[in-house]
Nanobody, 126 residues
Framework: RLYLVQSGGGSVQTGGSRRLSCVISGYAYRENCLAWFRRAPGKAREGVATLYSPGGTAAYADSVKGRFTVSYDEAEKTLYLQMNSLRPEDSATYFC???????????????????WGLGTQVTVSS
């Protein structure tokens, strides 16, 4: 059983930055598929970024490429999402997700993640 505890949400103005954190506890696998998703009111859930750890390459949704960066601190077991140049359309509830021991080739936004954070709201005002 994994536990994902998120923090870092809040309100920010257009063009600002925010870093989301997701502390993962309760497991001992070294290989993990990790991701950030978001859901805005009235819209479908969107995969924002995925990262396979260790040694995987991050992948991003086109809507956030060049502005968002996903990273994982293996020692702290914390997943981060650094969000820069924020826009009003980035406003959403953001969720971290993890699946331990998953194959690297399956680690994409369409993967069926087994563990999720409770979500944190990010609001970008114009």
């Amino acid at each position: 059983r994994l536990y994902l505890v998120q923090s870092g949400g809040g309100s920010v103005q257009t063009g600002g930055s925010r870093r989301l954190s997701c502390v993962i506890s309760g497991y001992a696998y070294r290989e993990n598929c990790l991701a950030w998703f978001r859901r805005a009111p009235g819209k479908a859930r969107e995969g924002v970024a995925t990262l396979y750890s260790p040694g995987g390459t991050a992948a991003y949704a086109d809507s956030v490429k060049g502005r968002f960066t996903v990273s994982y601190d293996e020692a702290e077991k914390t997943l981060y999402l650094q969000m820069n140049s924020l826009r009003p359309e980035d406003s959403a509830t953001y969720f971290c997700a993890a699946d331990p021991g998953s194959p690297k080739r399956l680690c994409t936004a369409s993967y069926d993640f087994g563990y999720w954070g409770l979500g944190t709201q990010v609001t970008v005002s114009s």
